[in-house]
């Protein structure tokens, strides 16, 4: 079946160190990857999207490479901001079917300290 | 990109009791969906909000403790029902983009059974 694996939190870094969040994924067919970010007390947006292999989805300086060879979607960021902090969750869409349903991972709390 | 509005946004309900959730998006969807985030969780789909028919359910979810509905193209309810401290969790609305290629989320209501 479906599922994605992701690293757990909480993440703690000093404002502009270097962001990894790792991302692994099982799937069938040719899924879409998301990254969702969960700010406190907020519900979830859309933070980047990748469609295919080799497609990079970027927003508001992260970034994330759809990894079909090693079924990955990391997400990075040069240079994280207080402001960052929130709750990221990686995701996958298989497309077909009655409905698109989105598999979540578990969610990294990432803090980031002036 | 939808707008997604969930009423309530927060709610303190006594246990046995029962809440209405409501979710208006402001343009006509094909896909809505319900997700449960429980403290600390990630998120699991409740059910497929379905116009015009009985919803679809996930494993684990069942009507009579979740019952929904979708009158129209834009708004759905979900009632949690004869509630228990357990039902404590944030529920999140949900809809599919117009290409159904990406989902949006609604700000969810952040319930609490005492």
């Known amino acids: 079946g479906n599922s994605v694996t992701q690293m757990e939190g909480p993440v703690t870094l000093s404002e502009e160190a270097f962001l990894t969040i790792n991302c692994t994924y099982t799937?069938?067919?040719?899924?879409?990857l998301f990254w969702y970010v969960q700010y406190p007390g907020e519900g979830l947006q859309l933070l980047l999207k990748?469609?295919?292999?080799?497609d990079k989805g970027s927003n508001k300086g992260f970034e994330a490479t759809y990894r079909k060879e090693t079924t990955s979607f990391h997400l990075e960021k040069g240079s994280v901001q207080v402001s960052d902090s929130a709750v990221y969750f990686c995701?996958?869409?298989?497309?077909?079917?009655?409905?698109?349903?989105?598999?979540f991972g578990t969610g990294t709390l990432l803090a980031v300290q002036p | 990109s939808a707008v997604i509005s969930q009423k309530p946004s927060r709610d303190i309900c006594q246990r046995g009791t029962s809440l209405t959730i409501q979710c208006q998006v402001d343009?006509?969807?094909?896909?809505m969906f319900w997700y449960r985030q429980q403290p600390g969780q990630s998120l699991t789909l409740i059910a497929t909000?379905?116009?015009?028919?009985?919803?679809?359910?996930e494993s684990g979810f069942v009507i009579d403790k979740f019952p929904i509905s979708r009158p129209n193209l834009t708004f759905s309810t979900l009632t949690v029902s004869n509630m228990s401290p357990e039902d404590s969790s944030i529920y999140l609305c949900?809809?599919?983009?117009?290409?159904?290629?990406?989902?949006?989320f609604g700000q969810g209501t952040r319930l609490t059974v005492v």
């Open positions: 995701a996958l869409m298989n497309y077909g079917g009655a409905t698109n349903k989105l598999i």
């Open positions: 799937a069938t067919g040719y899924p879409s």
């Open positions: 909000a379905n116009q015009g028919s009985e919803a679809t359910y």
């Open positions: 343009s006509q969807v094909t896909m």
């Open positions: 990748a469609t295919k292999a080799d």
């Open positions: 949900s809809v599919m983009g117009q290409k159904n290629t990406e989902a949006f």
